[in-house]
């Protein structure tokens, strides 16, 4: 938990205030508390930023619609926390397993300061198999940042498997994401502490997996009795 305790006071990307923030930013700050206010997400953009005091090319310059916006704020708070982290000397001296796990305890973070709409957002999210609006772009957003990191791999010793291999491994990072994020709508526990051991026993054992080539091994036990079946 010591890189938790580290990006506690770092990470947080403050939307209750707009001040600071970029235009994009804004105007996801003004829909998350316009959708708090009013219980539900707004239907017209013209009235929208009316009441926020924004003008429509404001809008239209960041987003298409309402639906363009809720597809992307997933993955805003993903590269805003991102883009906090890389800020920080500690995250800049890490080893990129440790950078992934500092920016989802961190993603986490943030959420936290909008559970209300979260909360909201995803209310008919029942299981964590299901697909949800906006986890398209999110999962874009996270691949791409998984693709530059340097994380374990796994070395089968068929070059032509280690590939997809290891795309296998980074999209199970994603879905295990995924999965955190469902348990954290449903947590319950005093300051969500039970959804924070998750994150680092579940991201902990997904790197140790990938470090001690479990998955070769079941290979090689695969290869053994495939070979000793034919004698």
Known sequence: ??????????????????????????????????????????????QFCEDCGLSERQFFDEFSDFEHLQEEILGDFWKN????????????????AEKFLAVAYGFFENLKDQRSFFLNFFGNWNSPKDLFHGFKNFREVVMKYIDQLDLPSTDL?????NKPINKLNSNALYLNLIFVLHYWVK?????????????????????????????????????????????
């Open 1 to 46: 938990m010591q890189i938790k305790v580290r990006i506690l006071d770092l990470v947080n990307i403050s939307y209750h205030s707009c001040v600071f923030l970029s235009m994009r930013d804004q105007i996801i700050a003004h829909y998350i508390r316009f959708s708090n206010k009013n219980g539900k997400a707004p239907v017209s953009v013209f």
């Open 81 to 96: 926390t991102v883009a906090k982290l890389e800020e920080q000397e500690f995250y800049q001296n890490t080893n990129d």
């Open 157 to 161: 010793g068929v070059p032509q498997l």
């Open 187 to 231: 947590d319950r526990s005093k300051g969500f502490e039970k959804t924070d051991a998750l994150i680092e026993k579940l991201f902990t054992l997904s790197f140790d997996m990938m470090e001690t080539n479990s998955l070769k091994k079941v290979i090689d036990l695969g290869k053994f009795l495939v070979a000793d079946f034919k004698l």
